[in-house]
């Protein structure tokens, strides 16, 4: 049972009110439905030259671990799309396995020069969203903040990998169950490995996340206030890509002309909700640093309420 007084439970309900009453007007000036368009597009883009980065570095792990951990690998990232996307976006991921039967290290640097480029547009479009977020005019010249957005790109590949590497494959690129084996843990590290998975994937996620939202924006922004948008974010794709399969799995069904246009509607709209996710974190950040440096002067109860933080 609640003990506070109903008076302060009074006044935080109303600033929490005021507060979502405040972020979903700043959603909407903003426009971030529209811009998450304008990310997802490029997102998509990226979404073909990434695979081939995918398929290339699978081809030099089978080289370094073996192709039982390679083919292992593989299974996972095919599975995991199946999982999410459903069969309703079979041809799509057909097509990923298709690739991966292909695998041709020799593309591993054309398919990353075209995965940057296209990156780095998508976070070019989440660079001008943050600034309108945070109302802040954009300060960098146009050079530098492109090589923002291509380092963006390069740490969100280099995330892939190392989520692929160590979440995927196992710890020291699969040599991790190995060396347990030789030191009597071999049962022990499977099954602390298995609990550990998801956990090390949301904190490299979240971690990421962060990263983005502390460089991003021309207002610069603590790692400590970037957090709350990064684990906002994390939530939000957990939950969206849970939804959408969901609904794939119920809705899509009986919908044909969603099964006639196949995997591609699919990806954008997955890869749309994704987008939106993200700037809904940086709006989320961008609230709480308006709330944070207000000059709170001469008002009434009820203003005083909606001007003071949402946490006290």
């Known amino acids: ?37 304008e990310t997802a597009f490029f997102a998509v883009l ?147 490995w298995n609990f550990l998975r998801l956990p090390v994937l949301v904190v490299a996620l979240v971690l990421w996340l962060t990263l983005l939202f502390h460089y991003a924006p021309s207002r610069r922004v603590g790692w400590r206030h970037a957090l709350p948008g990064a684990l906002f974010t994390a939530v939000l794709w957990f939950v969206a890509s849970a939804a959408f399969h969901v609904y794939l799995a119920i809705a899509a069904s009986r919908n044909p002309l969603l099964g006639a246009f196949g995997g591609g509607v699919i990806i954008m709209s997955w890869t749309y909700l994704l987008s939106l996710a993200l700037l809904l974190g940086g709006e989320l950040n961008a609230v709480l640093y308006d709330r944070r440096h207000l000059d709170v002067g001469p008002a009434t109860p009820d203003q005083r309420a909606e001007q003071l933080p949402l946490f006290a």
Do not use: C, H
Request: hydrophobic share 55%; aromatic share 8%; no cysteine.
């Open 46 to 192: 990226s979404i073909f030259p990434g695979l081939l980065v995918a398929v290339s570095l699978l081809g030099l792990l089978q080289a370094l671990v073996g192709a039982d951990v390679a083919v292992a690998a593989q299974d996972r990232v095919v599975g995991l799309l199946s999982l999410v996307l459903t069969a309703q976006a079979s041809d799509a991921v057909a097509a990923v396995e298709s690739l991966f039967e292909q695998k041709r290290t020799g593309l591993l640097s054309v398919a990353t020069v075209g995965a940057l480029v296209t990156l780095s547009g998508a976070f070019a479009v989440t660079i001008n969203a943050l600034n309108l977020a945070y109302d802040a005019a954009e300060s960098r010249p146009w050079i530098r903040r492109r090589l923002v957005g291509l380092v963006m790109a390069l740490g969100s590949l280099t995330f892939a990998v190392v989520a692929l590497g160590v979440v995927v494959v196992g710890p020291f690129f699969g040599r991790g169950e190995q060396l347990a084996e030789l030191l009597g843990l071999g049962d022990v590290f499977v099954f602390v």
């Open 1 to 37: 049972m609640d003990d506070r007084p109903v008076s302060q439970r009074a006044t935080w309900a109303k600033r929490a009110t005021a507060f979502a009453r405040t972020y979903a007007a700043e959603v909407d000036r903003d426009r971030l439905f529209g811009l998450a368009a």
